[in-house]
């Protein structure tokens, strides 16, 4: 099975996959990722300066020869404008994707009806943007194509108590880029990974000694969490009707051992791909794509709970924007949804990437630090504070409250909640644009 991946090897297989072309062809961790533009002024300036200061490269290319040279340049997307390409041009774009070309291609155009958009997808189109343009919405699918090399790799939990299967199905993937965790005790190995993990993806075997496939399916399917990440079971089976009867458990799709390489991929990248995006759906935010308050509040209970267990260090934030009415009243809703977007965008930048930061209503925001203290926490909110001082944002300059509290043992939720929204009140009757925190009890660390 070790000769299936190495010759002809991984890559020539992704090149076989339509969809697994959508992706970048040669990664270089520490290089910035290009985004190619066909054609001079396709992509607006105001589109132009999000995507540079989001840390992305953007080349114009003038030619199909322009583009090919750059393809290869650690480059995740090209950028169409449908309205621009004559029929050459774009004749030659849809050879290019017939011919597997490495690049997914986020489409422009004035029309949006079935022709516009059937085209688009010919051209290996990921995403189709109707004029004027969104700028968030384009970044936002440039993100969807970039985190899984610079933010969040996709995870695959494989289940079977085969240890030589798991590690080619482990193998294959990691070949391609996946990153992969291996259960071959599901009895005693199962419950705890998934208490303290979320997998974008489960391959899952249907016949093990002591429990089947189709019981485990039914197990991961009563946590709330796991609702949406999808399932694919493995298995010598090739009975029809067995196949149907394990997919009422709440699987997506069904594999049959020995399993193909390429029909491994095919299976995996298409649906975590999806599945991410009906898991943003529900757990994100629209405006800010932050999580939701019901996600928050998910993710928050999680973190208090393993805080109870293990005794980690845990501290939580209630941020209320000030005078936020007031902004709306003077300037317009759409300049309150900018100033919202902006902190947003300032708390993801300022906290870490296990931090959870979520909008809880309005102008509220609600951030959990695991492992950090008071002190740290605290530090860590000024700083914020200090940066809106030094950058104002435009004549809507804004400042923002908040109630601190370190979770203690013995804490569940509610008091936590009850004693960050006393901190924050404290901090708006103070004279608003201030942290105030709850200390309990003082420690040596602090």
Same mark, same amino acid.
């Given at each position: 099975?070790?000769?299936?991946?190495?010759?002809?090897?991984?890559?020539?297989?992704?090149?076989?996959?339509?969809l697994?072309? #959508?992706?970048? +062809?040669? =990664?270089?961790?520490?290089?910035?990722?290009?985004?190619?533009?066909?054609?001079?002024?396709?992509?607006?300036?105001?589109?132009?300066?999000?995507?540079?200061?989001?840390?992305? #490269?953007?080349?114009? @290319?003038?030619?199909?020869?322009?583009l090919?040279?750059?393809?290869?340049?650690?480059?995740?997307?090209?950028?169409?404008n449908?309205?621009?390409?004559?029929?050459?041009?774009q004749?030659?774009?849809?050879?290019?994707?017939?011919?597997?070309?490495?690049?997914?291609?986020?489409?422009?155009?004035?029309? $949006?009806?079935?022709?516009?958009?059937?085209? *688009?997808? #010919?051209?290996?189109?990921?995403?189709?943007?109707?004029?004027?343009?969104?700028d968030?919405?384009?970044?936002?699918?440039?993100?969807?194509?970039?985190?899984?090399?610079?933010?969040?790799?996709?995870?695959?939990?494989?289940?079977?108590d085969?240890?030589?299967?798991?590690?080619?199905?482990? $193998?294959?993937? +990691?070949?391609?880029?996946?990153?992969?965790?291996?259960?071959?005790?599901?009895?005693?190995e199962l419950?705890?990974?998934?208490?303290?993990?979320l997998? %974008?993806?489960i391959?899952?075997?249907?016949?093990?000694?002591?429990?089947?496939?189709?019981?485990?399916?039914?197990?991961?399917?009563?946590?709330?969490?796991?609702?949406?990440?999808?399932?694919?079971?493995?298995s010598?089976?090739? $009975?029809?009707?067995?196949?149907?009867?394990?997919?009422?458990?709440? *699987?997506?799709?069904?594999?049959?051992?020995?399993?193909?390489?390429?029909?491994?991929?095919?299976?995996?990248?298409s649906?975590?791909?999806?599945?991410?995006? @009906?898991?943003?759906?529900?757990?994100?935010?629209s405006?800010?794509?932050?999580?939701?308050?019901?996600?928050?509040?998910?993710?928050?209970?999680?973190?208090?709970?393993?805080?109870?267990?293990?005794?980690?260090?845990?501290?939580?934030?209630?941020l209320?924007?000030?005078?936020?009415?007031?902004?709306?009243?003077?300037?317009?809703?759409?300049?309150?949804?900018?100033?919202?977007?902006?902190?947003?965008?300032?708390?993801?930048?300022s906290?870490? %990437?296990?931090?959870?930061?979520?909008?809880?209503?309005?102008?509220?925001?609600?951030?959990?630090?695991?492992?950090?203290?008071?002190?740290?926490? #605290?530090?860590?909110?000024?700083?914020?504070?200090?940066?809106?001082?030094?950058?104002?944002?435009?004549?809507?300059?804004?400042?923002?409250?908040?109630?601190?509290?370190?979770?203690?043992?013995?804490?569940?939720?509610?008091?936590?909640?009850?004693?960050?929204?006393? *901190?924050? =009140?404290?901090?708006?009757?103070?004279?608003?644009?201030?942290?105030?925190?709850?200390?309990?009890?003082? $420690?040596?660390?602090?």
């Amino acid at each position: 099975m070790t000769d299936e991946i190495d010759n002809p090897g991984i890559k020539r297989l992704l090149a076989e996959i339509p969809l697994l072309n #959508r992706r970048i +062809q040669h =990664y270089q961790p520490g290089i910035p990722i290009t985004i190619l533009a066909f054609g001079t002024g396709t992509v607006p300036p105001s589109l132009a300066e999000k995507i540079r200061g989001a840390g992305y #490269r953007l080349k114009e @290319v003038e030619s199909i020869s322009h583009l090919l040279h750059h393809e290869g340049n650690n480059t995740c997307a090209l950028i169409v404008n449908l309205d621009a390409l004559n029929n050459k041009q774009q004749q030659r774009v849809l050879q290019l994707a017939q011919q597997n070309l490495h690049l997914p291609v986020l489409a422009i155009s004035t029309a $949006s009806g079935l022709e516009e958009r059937i085209i *688009a997808i #010919r051209m290996g189109a990921q995403a189709f943007i109707t004029t004027p343009v969104n700028d968030d919405q384009v970044l936002e699918e440039i993100h969807a194509l970039t985190e899984r090399y610079e933010r969040d790799p996709y995870q695959v939990l494989i289940v079977d108590d085969q240890p030589s299967v798991a590690e080619f199905l482990a $193998s294959t993937l +990691q070949e391609a880029g996946f990153v992969t965790h291996v259960i071959t005790r599901p009895m005693t190995e199962l419950m705890p990974y998934l208490q303290n993990h979320l997998p %974008d993806l489960i391959l899952l075997d249907l016949y093990m000694p002591g429990i089947s496939g189709q019981e485990l399916a039914g197990v991961i399917r009563q946590q709330d969490s796991l609702i949406s990440v999808p399932i694919v079971f493995l298995s010598n089976e090739i $009975s029809p009707k067995i196949q149907v009867q394990a997919m009422c458990t709440g *699987a997506d799709v069904f594999l049959t051992k020995p399993v193909q390489p390429l029909d491994l991929l095919f299976a995996v990248e298409s649906r975590i791909r999806r599945g991410r995006m @009906v898991r943003n759906l529900v757990t994100r935010d629209s405006l800010t794509a932050l999580l939701n308050r019901r996600e928050s509040m998910r993710r928050l209970q999680e973190e208090v709970l393993r805080c109870q267990r293990y005794g980690n260090k845990l501290c939580v934030a209630l941020l209320d924007l000030d005078r936020f009415k007031q902004i709306n009243d003077t300037h317009g809703h759409a300049v309150g949804d900018r100033v919202i977007k902006h902190f947003a965008l300032l708390l993801k930048n300022s906290l870490r %990437d296990g931090d959870i930061v979520g909008r809880i209503g309005g102008e509220e925001f609600m951030a959990v630090l695991p492992e950090t203290t008071l002190a740290v926490a #605290r530090q860590t909110f000024v700083r914020m504070a200090d940066t809106l001082k030094e950058n104002p944002f435009g004549h809507s300059a804004y400042t923002f409250s908040g109630g601190l509290v370190r979770c203690l043992p013995g804490m569940m939720v509610e008091s936590l909640l009850e004693q960050a929204d006393a *901190a924050l =009140y404290s901090a708006k009757e103070a004279g608003r644009d201030q942290i105030v925190c709850v200390e309990p009890s003082a $420690s040596p660390e602090e």
